[in-house]
């Protein structure tokens, strides 16, 4: 029997493939999406989160929440936090599997493409206009939304099966469009922390800074966000 933490870690690293993937078909030099843009880009994530879910839940989980905001959202929300650090980890590891299998995809294309942001686009976020608070609160509105508007979602007693991946990962396609030109809004750590390790980690040619100034941004944004979406759940939710 698969355990809900192997389905976690398969999840993630299926979300972060195709997500940040769509990222490189669109960002790396001499591929045939290259230029292909926004719209691409928060399609390619909504259909990733969809993908990820359905592997999650395939491969063990009983939840899908594949994103670390997610986790502790639910924890604060439901008051149980027994799958905090289980679920957390998971995710995490998965989420730096994803990202090698990216590097790993694109593999002659990193050489060829000479702007290092580019690049690290491919792995993790970075705002479009540094300013600390700004860009804290770019990544708490789109986290807290994702987590109440998901569980708003997810919630309903009579939600046909099946339904909810579809629903959340159109609800991930409309939060990158709306309000991710900002930061890249990355909603989740273990797409963003992780694969800023990778990128940090793997031999990319010419691949520059992996931007450590944005991390802590990031990460805190993404939690405090997860922590406000669960709260509104809680408070808010019939």
Known sequence: MLSPMFGEF??????????????ADVALARSKAEGGGW?????GWGFAAMAGIFTALACGSKDG????????GVAVASGNFSKLAPYVTAQMLGGFAGAV???????????????????????????AIPNTAANLIGEII??????FVAGCILSRPNLPAGLGPFLVAALVWGLILALAGTTGSSMNPARDLSS????AI??????GSSDWGYAPISVLGTLAGGVLGGLAFRLLHV
């Open 142 to 147: 789109p986290t807290s939304l994702l987590v």
């Open 196 to 199: 800023r390790i990778a990128h």
């Open 10 to 23: 398969m999840g993630t690293m299926v979300l972060v493939l195709l997500g940040n993937g769509v990222i």
């Open 39 to 43: 719209i691409v880009i928060s399609a």
């Open 101 to 127: 299998l990216v590097w790993l995809h694109f593999l002659p294309h990193w050489a060829g493409t000479l702007d290092p942001i580019r690049k690290l686009s491919c792995f993790c976020s970075h705002p």
């Open 202 to 207: 793997l031999p990319i040619p010419g691949k």
């Open 65 to 72: 929440h594949i994103n670390p905001a997610v986790t502790l």
